[in-house]
C-alpha cells in the first residue's frame, strides 16, 4: 500500500478512537459533508481528453451499504461514492448510471456489477474519478459471481450468465476486476463483450476461459453458434494490465469468440494471454485430445493508432488470432507496440494454424513483434499469408522458424508489399522477409523505405531452409541490406530453387557467407549479373570492398540510391544503357573512366586533383591509367557579335572529355548559361573539389559613321548585286510532357522535354521572333489523337504565306494542330481551351510552380498558381516540396525551409532565408516516411520588392489553415501533425490576400501557425 495512504488511514483510525472514547457523535460521512459540488473527470471528444467537471452534490445519491439496484433515470442518474463501503450481493444497472468514485475511497462488489444487453442499448454504467492520481484516485473491486457448479458465470463487471454487456465507460478511478468463465469487464457466459471504453483510470482485470476485456466463454452446442465476441472496444489512456488465464484473449473474444471491433488510440497497455491472443480472437479449438470442438473465429478488425501496447500470448497471437484463429484487419498507424507469442502463432497477424489477415503497418507506428515458428509480422505455423502491407512507420520483426516478416512455418505465402518506413526483419530457419521453413514465399514486392533483412538458413529475403520453394521477389526501390550465412542473400534458402527475382531499381546490398548474393533458381552471380535487364558491372580500381558512394556523374540522372558496391570491388547499377564517361566520388577520392554499359563492364581510375593558376592537374594513383591536364584560357575574340563569346578548355588527354563551364555575369546576361551581350563575367571548370577560373569583358563594335575607312581602290562592279540582309530569327518552342504538363519555353536549339523518366510528349507550340517578314508553320503526327507525340516537322515561311501539306512524303491527316479530349486543358486543371486556339493559362504573366513529395504516391506533378497540391481525405503526409518560379519581369527567386519530422527545421537559420532551399531545389525528405509538419516561404531579390507571396496548407486534425505571407511559418509545432496539402499563391506588392475560399477549397481556421 502507497505510505501516503497508509499514513492517512492510521490518522483517520486515531481520529475515530478518539471520538468514540470520548462519546461525540458526528455524521459517518465527516469527511466530505461540508461539499456542495461534487468534481469528477469525464471524456471530452473535441479535445480527446480527460476534464474536470463538477455537479451539485444534491444531484447525487450518496452510495451507501448494500445498495444493490442502481435505477438510472431519462439523462442519467448519479451516485457519489463518499465513503468506503462493500457491497455483498450483486448490483444491477439498469438505465444510464454514472458512479463518481470519491478521492481516497473504495468500493467493493464482492459478486460484481451487471450492466447487461437489452434490446434498446439503455443500460450503461460511466464511472468517473475525483482526480487522475493513482495515490488519491477511487477504487473499485469487483468480482464476477458463481454459479451452483463453481463456475464465475456473470462477468466482475458486464453481462450476466447468458447475458452479454451493455455499455461501460471508464474514466478514472482504481478498478481491480475478476472474471472466470465470463469476461471480467465485459460479457458473461455465453455473452458478448458490449461496448467497452476506457479513456482513463488504472485497470487490473482477471478471467480465465473469457477474456480479460471482452467476451465471455462461448459453451456453444453448434457450430455456428456467434456469442461470446469482444463487441466494440476502445482504449483513449489509463493503464491497463489484463490477463486471462486460459483460452480467452486477454483484450477481445473469449473461448471460441472473435475479437470483433477493438480500437487503441492511447494508454499504457500490457496484455497477457493463453491459448487466446494478447489483444484479437480467443482460442478457437479446444486444446484438450477428447474435445474435437472448433469454430471459425478471427481477431475481427483491429485499430492502433497510439499508446505503449505489450502483450504476449502462448499459441496465440500477441495481436491477431487466437490459437487456429485467423487475422482479419489488422491496421497499425501509431504507439510504440511490443507483440510476442511465444509458441506457433504470430507476433502479430495469425494464430497457431492461422492466417495473417490483412495487415498494414504505417504512418508513425514502432513495432517490436516476436515469435518462435510464427512470422514476426504475418501467419501462425501452416497458415497463410493473405496482405501485408508496410508504408510508414518501424519495425523489428523476428522469428526463429517462420519469416520475420511473411509466413510461419510450413505456410503458405501471399502478398507482402514494403512501400515506406525503416524495417529490420531476422529469422533463422525462415527468411527475413518471405517464406517460413518448409513454406512458399508467395510475392513480395518492395517499393521503398529502409529495409534490413537477415537469415541463417533462409535467404534474407525470399524463400527459406528446406525441400520447398517457390515465390517472387520484386524489388524496384528502395535501401535495401539483405544477408544470409548458408542461403542468398535475396532469392533462395539453402537446398531450395524456385524463387524468381526482379530487380528493377533500389540502393541494394545482398550478400551471403556461403551462398549466392543474388540468385534465381541456382544462378551463380555472374548468371545473375546478365539476368536483370538494365544491370551494369563497374570494375573500381584501388578501391576497398563496400566503399560507401558520395555522388555519380557522367552515367545519366540516377544517384546514389542506385548503386552499391560487393566484395569483389565491383558496383552493380540497375540503369538503362550508357555509353560515355564517367565518374564516381568515394572516400574523398575521385574514380574516372570510360563507360560502354552496353558491354556491361568499365574499369575507373583514382585521380588526385590540385590546382595551379588556371590549371587543374589530375594525377593518377593507380596503375594503368593516364595522369592528365585541363586548362582553362580567355576567348580569343571579345568583341560582341549577337552569338555567345566561350572560354576556352583545353585537356591534354584525347582519353577524357572537356569538363563543364559555369559562367557568372558580374555585368551583363547568360543565355542557356552562356555569355551573350557586352559586361564583364566569369568562367568556372571544377574537377574534384578545386575550381579554376578566369574573368574577362566583352565589348561591342561600334562603327564611326564619319569617318569610315574606305579601301583606296574600291572594286564596284558597274551593276553590283546587293544580297538581301541576313535576317535575326531567334525560334522558340516549349512542350506538353507527360504527368508535367506545359513546360517553359525555350529557344535556338535547346532541349525541350525531359531526358531518363520515360515521359511522353503530348502537345508542342513554337513561335519565332525577327524583324524579317517571315513566320513558321509545324505539323505533328500523333498516336490516334491526343496521346504520344511521335513526330514533328518545322519550316520558316515568309510572313502569312501558305504552306503545302505535303512536304518529305509525308501527308497530314488533320487540318487541326491541336486535338484535346473534351473537357481538357494543355495545362494541367486548368479549364479546357479551344482545340483550334489552345490558350495556355499564365502564359504572359510571372508564375508560382510547386510540385509535393506524397506518402505512397511520391512526387505529384506540378501546380501552378494556387492549385491544391498533395491530397484531401487520405491521410497521406507532404514529405517533399520544389518550389519555383517562371516567366518572371524582375531579378530574384523564391526560397523556402520546411519542418521535417525528427529533423526540426532545415534552414541553418530560421531567420536568414539565404540559407534555405530555392529554386526549384527539393526541401524535406524522400523515401525516409518523415511528415513535414510547417513551411515558410519567401521571395528574394527584386521579385520580394514588386510581389507578395501567400501560402496555405491543410494539417492533420485542423484541416485548412488560414493564409500566410513573406516567410512567416504555414503548419503546426509541437503537435507531430502532418502537412496533407498545399497552395502557393503570388500578389503584387501590397495588394489584397486570397480569399478565404481559394480554389473552391476554404480555411477551417483562421491561424496560419499553430504552436504547442
Sequence with gaps: MNKKILRKRVLCAIVCLAVALSGIMFPTNYAKAAETEVAYYDWDEETKALVKKTIAKNQCVLLVENTTQWIGAEGGTWYYLNQPISIEERITVQGEVHLILGDECSLKADKGISVNEDENNSNKLYIHSQSLDEDTMGRLTAAGEADITGWNVFAGIGGDDGKGAGTIVINGGILDVDGGHAAAIGGGYNGDGGTVTINGGKIEAWAYYGAAIGGGYNDFEEEDANVGNGGIITINGGTIAADSGYQGAAIGGGCYGAGETITINGGSIEATAVYGAGIGGGNTKS????????????????????????????????????????????????????????????????????????????????????????????????????????????IQATAVYGAGIGNGEKGNGGTVAIKAGTVNAKSSYGAGIGSGYCGYSGT????????????????????????????????????????STYGAGIGNGENVGGVVVNISGGNILADSQYGDKINSGSKTDEEVASLYEGIRTITLCGMTEQTAIDSVDGLGKYGVKDVVTFDNNKLYFYLPEFDGFGSITADDSVYEGKIKSIEKEATFHNYVYTKADNKLVATCKTEDCVSYEVTLNKPSDTEYTGEAIEAKVVVSSPDYPTPEIKYVANQGSLTDGKPVNEGSYTANVTLGDHTIKVDYDITKTVEDPENPEDPENPDVPENPDVPDPIAKVDVSYKTHVQSIGWQDAVKNGAMSGTEGKAKRLEGIEVSVDTDADLGIQYTTHCQSYGKRLEGIQIVIVEKDASFDKEMGDIKSVSDKAFEAKEGKSPIVNNEATSNEKPVVPGENMVNVSYRTHVQTYGWQGWKYNGAMSGTTGEAKRLEGIEINLSNKDYDGGISYCTHVQTYGWQGADLKDSSTWKKDGQMAGTSGEAKRL???????????????????????????????????????TAGYAKRLEGIQVVLVPKDGDAPANNFGGISSANDRSYIEK
Design 933 to 971: 509538419e510547417a513551411i515558410c516561404i519567401t521571395l528574394t531579390g527584386e521579385m520580394a520588392e514588386h510581389y507578395d507571396v501567400y501560402y496555405r496548407v491543410h494539417a492533420q486534425s485542423y484541416g485548412w489553415l488560414g493564409w500566410a505571407k513573406n516567410g512567416a511559418p504555414s503548419g
Design 287 to 394: 486444446p484438450s485430445s477428447d474435445d474435437s470442438r472448433q469454430v471459425e473465429k478471427d481477431s475481427g478488425n483491429i485499430t492502433i493508432s497510439g499508446g505503449t501496447i505489450k502483450t504476449e500470448s502462448y499459441l496465440g497471437a500477441g495481436i491477431g488470432g487466437g490459437s487456429y484463429g485467423d487475422g482479419k484487419t489488422i491496421t497499425i498507424k501509431g504507439g510504440t507496440i511490443e507483440a510476442t507469442s511465444t509458441y506457433m502463432s504470430a507476433g502479430i497477424g495469425g494464430g497457431y494454424c492461422g492466417d495473417s489477415g490483412v495487415i498494414t503497418i504505417q504512418d508513425e507506428a514502432k513495432i517490436t513483434a516476436v515469435s518462435d515458428a510464427g512470422a514476426g509480422v504475418g501467419s501462425g505455423v501452416e497458415g497463410n499469408v493473405n496482405s501485408i502491407t508496410v508504408d510508414g512507420g518501424e
Design 444 to 483: 513480395v514486392t518492395i517499393e521503398g523505405g529502409i529495409i534490413t533483412s537477415e537469415s541463417n538458413k533462409g535467404a534474407g529475403i525470399g524463400g527459406a531452409h528446406c525441400e520447398e520453394g517457390d515465390g517472387t521477389v520484386n524489388i524496384k526501390a528502395g535501401t535495401i541490406t539483405s544477408k
